[in-house]
């Protein structure tokens, strides 16, 4: 079970990302429904974390313009466990989308200092 807060009209949760060298590196991360893909960290966090790019992706931007990225290989700690996962390396804030809580549950409480809590379903 993952514990998080609701603040300032977003889910927060606290992930453990993991380095190479094994060094963990907690951030604060928001879910967005919207976002279908695993994860987004900014490109500094990337950098952090000498995380591997596996390829580069592209998406349009709100307006229609399309943008490459880089797609880089993460290792979250997630239910005490290593877990790879594929992060967007775009933006400043680091995200978790549907794809990465694809097979639990999310549950949030919608007011200010809520809970948020995610479960692997049965």
């Known amino acids: 079970m993952t514990l998080g807060h609701f603040t300032s009209y977003v889910p927060v949760i606290r992930?453990?990302?993991?380095?190479?060298a094994g060094e963990r590196r907690d951030v604060d991360a928001i879910i967005d429904t919207g976002f279908d893909g695993s994860l987004a960290?900014?490109?500094?966090?990337?950098a952090?974390?000498?995380?591997?790019?596996?390829?580069?992706g592209r998406a349009a931007l709100v307006d229609g313009r399309p943008v490459d990225?880089?797609?880089?290989?993460?290792?979250?700690?997630?239910s005490n466990a290593p877990r790879l996962a594929e992060a967007n390396v775009v933006g400043?804030?680091?995200?978790?989308?549907?794809?990465?809580?694809?097979?639990?549950?999310?549950?949030v409480e919608i007011v200010e200092g809520g809970r948020v809590v995610i479960e692997a379903r049965p």
């Open 15 to 20: 992930l453990a990302l993991l380095t190479p």
């Open 69 to 78: 990225f880089d797609i880089c290989q993460v290792v979250v700690v997630w």
């Open 48 to 56: 952090e974390l000498q995380a591997p790019r596996l390829r580069t």
């Open 41 to 46: 960290l900014p490109p500094g966090l990337i």
């Open 92 to 107: 400043e804030i680091p995200i978790v989308g549907m794809e990465f809580l694809y097979g639990h549950d999310l549950h």
